[in-house]
């Protein structure tokens, strides 16, 4: 409060010299973003537009994409994959993001710990992890053939499922994180008071907990289908030939292709899908400010 | 009722932290295994792999992704510092434009971002520029806007009164950022420059365009031999790799990162 | 001729068309302690700023020790200021709190540890200098933020609601030892408050700020006896205002209507100006004509009691003269004393030098 109405400092010649200095100090950042961002972005845009032979302006490429059958699918494959890892992350990572909000034990600690020690370990070790888990030959398959579950090993690794799985583990801590801050978000006495209502343990989560940890599902489910969509070692590894998503078939159009219009049309379509799921993700949360300040204006 | 609740509340807990531990157990019994192939029947025990490690194989990858980390850590940190101490400190006229561009790469996935730099190279025939400098470059602006968004936290938690304190008594605007501002924001620029190195030691989807044969990072190495083989040597170098990222955090905290953190004082 | 440590001339603040100091006139003469006493929002914050130098006039000159400051950063005005929050450095001892002033002006080190143990020693916290300032309960932080601004022997010392954030037992005892330290430094303090009572407890003399203004100053007992506003008699101490519709004068008293036929004797006014309310403090007003000393009190009314709050020490009534006309009473107790009941009616005393007569 009594620092409300601060300016700016006396005397001006000074400031007109800091002002300078400041932008004299920011210059190299837009620099180096302006030559290794913006501009590679721009070319690229333009790239996309380009004929592969002859480089003449043309929206063949775009026309490729959409009716080559391969483009979209991959493109749909991406999206379903996304998705799918985004409903696991949350659905996983909901009891964990409870636990870690509401625990007051000494067993916070070690669960906290436990559940975002893999960030440290890098996408590589960890797919490699799995890798072995799931593998032809992999623990897995060796588990279920020594118990004489199955004749011979599952497919497990090379395919949808197998990406998926890798992703979600990926992905899980930063979900889990996101959920743990909306359920701390909310206030434990609105549980007691459900209780001492006559709510049960169940009633609780489904009706209270649930309903006002929304936001955090939200945006546990942003985050993992934006990193999923965008990953590239995963899918590389786990789903190689057998599952090809965006980022790995742009990965193909620039090094065995070396279409670089097309390999461009492929990553404005990640690009977009991106975008997009980020606008839904902000038109959300303003709507739901919006409402929620309407709310608190009614009182 | 509710005891089966609370009973399948905490196995649900348990199988998702196994699913969690699962894999990095896995790495680690591989890496001391005589084969890639991890049973649960008993197995030897072999250093045999982590020996492997010295060899100019994993090391010259190794030493250069170590290069590049530390450059762009250092150059992000820099940069990200200077750019967040003009636009959150100086709030020079403009800064939610400059700011939202400086964070303008942080929506671009990465994969995205290497088709355009590397496209970008070859278009200006700057191809002898890809490897350990194209690397540096790209990694900058990936780790940058992160490191810039850190310290403009850090700047933003700053309380004002601290430098108006300062400055009541005598300190002059130098004197001030180097005696109350640089001290007060040093974890969040710690935390933001370990960010910097560890997304660039670890990184792929940007590296995968850039490196040159002989002129490679090591978790592009790893992945390109895991498309050909299981090798277990693999688990050792993924291991000691996880451990050289612990210790580099774990230097960072000591100098006075994260958790030394200033509570108090000035609530 | 006393030296003035501080001179506000005319001076305004403007913040975006928000006229937040209009024109305000002060002069501080060297070792007074004045407080700058104001509701929220009425620009005393601004004005300290403004004296510290964060904020610079839109017009007007401030001076100290008669020379302007309008050009002189903060840092070069020799002021120091206690901060609401204390604003300690945290990473830095309490030693390098209090030296930093010093430091800052190139003292050498004996200086700075003699200067710096003084300090602490007229705060008492000698012991205290290895401590940092999170380990500190908000009193003690109190005490090193006073050390700090004090230390560099500043030529005034702003004090920005320092109490504030403390505890109300802490803050009467830290009233105490503000003004003896005050005493025995004899430099000027410059104290702005929200807090009527501790203006009222510290200062030689009290500003009270309204809507960017002066409203009145004086010494705190002029303040609280002769409010000349309605604003001041509310919001020094508790009063009854009374609208007053018709005004008889009559030398040094004069006849006013309040309510709508209630007649009071009240003091005559000071000037000219209208007589549109009056003021009457709760503890000005007996129950029962007769004064302890057997002396009769100017107006004698009825009244009916209709709620009797025992407060321990006094008990608060609430009176009703006329239909919409109530007054707050406030009333010693002892062993001795019958409350009133509820519903009684009682006989009000009140002196006529005690009703006060304002103009807005």
């Known amino acids: ?299 | 009722m509710t005891r089966v609740i609370s009973i399948l509340f905490w196995l649900s807990l348990a199988a998702v932290l196994a699913f969690i531990t699962l894999p990095l157990l896995v790495v680690v019994a591989a890496s001391f295994s005589p084969t890639a192939t991890v049973t649960f029947q008993p197995f030897e025990w072999t250093f045999r792999w982590y020996g492997d490690l010295l060899s100019n194989r994993w090391l010259d990858p190794f030493l250069t992704s170590l290069k590049i980390a530390t450059v762009v850590a250092a150059t992000s940190g820099v940069l990200g510092l200077l750019a967040a101490y003009c636009i959150v400190y100086e709030r020079l006229p403009g800064s939610d434009v400059l700011m939202s561009y400086l964070l303008s790469p942080l929506s671009v996935p990465q994969i995205v971002k290497g088709v355009a730099i590397v496209l970008f190279l070859s278009m200006i025939g700057f191809q002898g520029f890809l490897g350990t400098p194209a690397l540096i470059a790209a990694h900058v602006v990936l780790a940058l806007p992160f490191v810039t968004r850190m310290v403009a936290t850090s700047l933003a938690n700053f309380d004002a009164n601290l430098d108006r304190a300062a400055q009541i008594l005598g300190a002059g605007k130098l004197q001030r950022i180097r005696h109350v501002l640089l001290p007060m924001i040093k974890p969040g620029v710690l935390s933001g420059v370990t960010f910097a190195f560890i997304i660039s030691f670890n990184n792929i989807p940007l590296s995968v365009f850039l490196v040159r044969p002989g002129d490679s990072t090591l978790p592009i190495t790893v992945i390109n031999y895991l498309e050909y083989s299981l090798d277990p040597v693999m688990a050792a170098v993924n291991v000691a790799s996880m451990a050289f990222i612990l210790v580099v955090i774990f230097l960072f905290e000591k100098i006075g990162g994260f958790s030394a953190q200033i509570h108090g004082g000035s609530k | 001729m006393n030296l003035l440590d501080i001179e506000l001339v005319s001076v305004s603040k403007t913040f975006a068309n928000m006229s937040v100091v209009k024109d305000i006139n002060l002069a501080v003469p060297q070792g007074e302690f004045v407080s700058i006493l104001g509701p929220s929002g009425c620009g005393k914050t601004t004005t300290l700023n403004m004296i510290a130098g964060f904020n610079a006039p839109s017009c007007g000159d401030i001076r100290v020790r008669g020379r302007s400051q309008i050009r002189v950063p903060p840092e070069r005005r020799n002021i120091g200021l206690v901060f609401q929050n204390y604003a300690l450095f945290p990473h830095m001892t309490v030693n390098e709190n209090v030296a930093f002033g010093l430091k800052m002006k190139g003292a050498g080190s004996n200086e700075i540890a003699l200067t710096v143990k003084d300090a602490l020693r007229s705060v008492h916290l000698e012991g205290y200098g290895e401590r940092y300032p999170r380990e500190l309960s908000g009193g003690q932080q109190q005490r090193v933020a006073l050390a700090r601004a004090i230390a560099p022997r500043p030529s005034v010392l702003l004090l920005d609601e320092p109490l504030s954030n403390l505890d109300l037992k802490l803050r009467e005892a830290m009233r105490i030892e503000l003004k003896e330290i005050h005493e025995q430094l004899g430099m000027t303090f410059v104290y702005v408050t929200h807090d009527q009572e501790e203006a009222m407890a510290m200062s030689d003399r009290i500003v009270v700020m309204s809507q960017g203004s002066i409203a009145q100053e004086g010494t705190p007992a002029q303040i609280y006896r002769d409010p000349k506003s309605r604003f001041v008699a509310d919001f020094i101490g508790k009063s009854n205002i009374l609208a007053v519709s018709d005004v008889k004068p009559n030398g040094k008293t004069a006849e006013i209507v309040v309510g709508n036929d209630v007649r009071l004797i009240a003091r005559a006014p000071d000037d000219d100006r209208p007589i549109r309310y009056c003021s009457i403090r709760p503890e000005s007003v007996s129950l029962g004509a007769v004064t302890a000393s057997g002396e009769d009190k100017s107006n004698r009314i009825n009244a009916v009691v209709r709620r009797v709050i025992n407060l321990g020490g006094s008990l608060e009534v609430l009176a009703q003269l006329s239909e919409e006309l109530h007054l707050h009473i406030l009333v010693r107790s002892s062993r001795s004393t019958v409350a009133p009941a509820v519903g009684e009616t009682v006989a009000l005393g009140i002196d006529a030098a005690d009703i006060q007569t304002l103009a807005e």
Request: one cysteine or more; hydrophobic letters at 55%; glycine letters at 8%.
């Open chain 1, 1 to 299: 409060m009594s620092s409300l109405a601060l300016d700016s400092s006396p005397p001006r010649t000074r400031r007109r010299f800091t002002g300078w200095f400041s932008y004299l100090a920011l210059s190299p950042s837009l620099v180096v973003l302006a030559i290794f961002f913006a501009l590679p972005m721009g070319i690229m845009i333009g790239m996309s537009f380009a004929d592969p032979q002859t480089l003449s302006p043309t929206l063949d490429n775009y026309h490729r994409f959409l009716t080559d059958g391969l483009s979209l699918a991959g493109f749909c494959r991406t999206a379903i994959m996304s998705l799918l890892v985004a409903v696991c992350v949350t659905a996983l990572g909901y009891p964990v993001a409870y636990f870690l909000a509401r625990s007051r034990t000494r067993w916070r600690a070690v669960v906290f710990a436990l559940a975002l020690s893999p960030e440290l370990a890098g996408v590589v070790l960890r797919t490699y992890g799995w890798l072995i888990i799931l593998e032809d030959r992999g623990f897995i398959n060796d588990v279920l053939l020594y118990l004489g579950l199955i004749a011979s090993p599952l497919p497990l690794s090379k395919n949808l499922f197998a990406v998926v799985v890798g992703l979600t583990h990926v992905v899980l801590p930063f979900g889990i994180l996101s959920l743990m801050t909306s359920i701390q978000g909310i206030d434990p006495n609105l549980e007691r008071a459900a209780q001492m209502l006559g709510a049960s343990r169940l009633s609780v989560i489904r009706f209270i907990v649930l309903p006002l940890s929304v936001p955090g599902i939200v945006s546990s489910m942003l985050i993992a289908f934006t990193m999923a969509a965008s990953a590239y070692a995963t899918p590389a590894l786990l789903g190689g030939a057998g599952f090809k998503v965006l980022a790995t078939m742009i990965y193909e159009q620039v090094l065995f292709y070396i279409n670089w219009p097309f390999a461009s049309v492929m990553a404005i379509s990640l690009l977009v899908m991106m975008l997009a799921i980020s606008f839904a993700g902000v038109r959300y949360e303003s709507r739901r400010r919006l409402r929620t300040a309407g709310a608190k204006g009614d009182n």
